[in-house]
């Protein structure tokens, strides 16, 4: 649907918008683009709602301090809430109460977009497979617009995006649950862990809401899906897309897989995708490991779905050869930030769980000082100790779950363990226990918002902390 279609669908409609993040200011502003009328709705104070004004400038209402207690009332026509508000406030209650649809901005864009979407959803590695999708995309000369949860909004870039582009939008499963008619053409589920269940209340919940991303496919979309993980395979049956899958460790029948040491792709031999790429060989070579840039075996699965969902979308396999072999990775995702008297330090400050830490710890063969901690969100880490065992030669924690960490250390016999109070206090701390030849790695486990305001802010202060050492006595 285009903008001007858009008009005719919400021109007139009472659309309240709750949340006044960059997401909701820009579903705002598009929505007003099509004639509706508009209110966005915040409970922060109003000198903390920057976008405010602005929105107010161009005909929009802004209550902020508060939910008032008709915010939501019959009049309204739909209301678009901010992906992190939970469905428990009063303002989402009421409208479920008055059967008035709730969705969020992705949604909207999706609603109001009319060019391709590529979604790519996961508990691990969204980031990373988005940005070299989009990599491999822009090599190849199709002109992707990268959006969703990796930065810009995605209804922000649905207000710029042309006719012979493609939206490429990271999708988290806060996003998806509110989605009604979402429809990508093509669907990636990297994997699936237990993750934000503090918000979903249920695994189930939590596996229900990623896989909306398939939900409204037809036989001409396509879906990537790992065939590694039991919960992928368990969706499988419901999806009615044509499916590629990928594995490492298996030879899989159409998708990407591993064999001696090489990546191949093998495309469907019948369905819509084998007539779009039916002058290409069933099975193409597509790079050897040694040739990757991105480090970390656990990347190996973002690197398959990304081949994947670049050939399913009509990027030729030379140009995703050329990204392989040149791209070495995203900011926070096991970057490598300096080496100092013989130790490397890495930022992984986007390991927000603790599945992501342990691919983390995996990575590497030296011996590592762990820095990790932050909010608490009820899980034990049980499952880390093992790892612990293998190669950690240290633990720094902080936050709220500094302590829970410090327990789980000591259950794997790690003598040095130690609380600090900052990530900054974490650096020096460190530096004081790391010798020549071992990783400090920033690889948290939790998410950030107990001290920071986002994994972006922690991951940044960790590096500003290592790089003051190259300076300090």
Not at 17 to 34: E, I, N, Q, T
Not at 144 to 173: D, W
Request: aromatic share 6%; with cysteine; net charge negative.
């Amino acid at each position: 649907m285009s903008i001007e279609e858009g008009r005719a669908l919400y021109k007139g409609k009472q659309v309240v918008v709750l949340g006044l993040a960059r997401s909701g200011a820009a579903v705002a502003r598009l929505l007003k683009a099509c004639g509706a009328d508009v209110t966005v709705n915040d409970k922060k104070p109003e000198n903390e709602c920057e976008e405010a004004e602005a929105l107010r400038a161009g005909g929009i209402t802004v209550i902020c301090g508060e939910h008032p207690d008709d915010i939501v009332n019959p009049s309204v026509d739909v209301v678009v809430k901010n992906p992190g508000i939970p469905y428990t406030v009063a303002p989402i209650q009421a409208a479920q109460s008055l059967g008035i649809p709730i969705v969020t901005e992705v949604e909207i864009a999706y609603e109001l977009s009319d060019v391709p979407i590529i979604g790519i959803t996961g508990s691990n590695g969204k980031t990373t497979t988005t940005t070299l999708i989009g990599r491999m995309l822009e090599e190849g000369g199709l002109h992707p617009i990268v959006a969703g949860n990796i930065g810009t909004p995605l209804s922000e870039q649905t207000l710029h995006v042309r006719k012979g582009q493609t939206l490429v939008a990271e999708l988290s499963s806060f996003q998806l649950k509110g989605t009604r008619r979402f429809r990508p053409s093509i669907a990636c589920l990297l994997n699936v862990y237990d993750a934000h269940l503090d918000y979903h209340k249920t695994k189930e919940d939590y596996v229900h809401s990623k896989s909306k991303l398939f939900k409204n496919q037809e036989e001409t979309d396509v879906a990537v899906l790992n065939y590694d993980s039991q919960i992928c395979r368990n969706l499988a049956d419901d999806i009615r897309s044509q499916i590629l899958w990928f594995s490492t460790k298996e030879e899989i029948e159409q998708g990407a897989f591993v064999r001696s040491s090489e990546i191949i792709f093998k495309r469907p031999v019948t369905g819509a995708l084998a007539e779009k790429l039916d002058e290409a060989p069933e099975e193409e070579r597509v790079v050897r490991l040694d040739e990757l840039a991105l480090p970390g075996a656990h990347n190996l699965e973002n690197i398959l779905a990304a081949v994947c969902v670049a050939r399913a979308a009509g990027a030729d396999i030379e140009a995703i050869r050329r990204i392989l072999r040149t791209f070495a990775g995203v900011e926070h995702r096991l970057e490598f930030v300096a080496e100092i008297e013989g130790v490397k330090y890495y930022n992984d400050s986007k390991a927000t769980n603790p599945e992501a830490a342990s691919r983390a710890l995996t990575s590497f063969s030296a011996p590592i000082v762990w820095i990790a901690g932050g909010l608490d969100r009820g899980i034990d880490f049980k499952e880390m100790v093992p790892l612990m065992r293998q190669n950690v030669k240290a633990v720094i924690t902080y936050g709220e779950t500094a302590e829970k960490l410090l327990a789980r250390a000591e259950e794997a016999g790690i003598i040095r363990a130690k609380r600090v109070d900052t990530v900054t206090d974490a650096v020096a701390e460190a530096r004081s226990i790391a010798r020549e030849g071992d990783i400090v790695l920033l690889s948290p486990a939790c998410a950030s918002w107990d001290m920071y305001k986002s994994f972006e802010e922690r991951g940044v202060l960790f590096k500003q902390s290592v790089h003051k050492l190259k300076t300090s006595p």
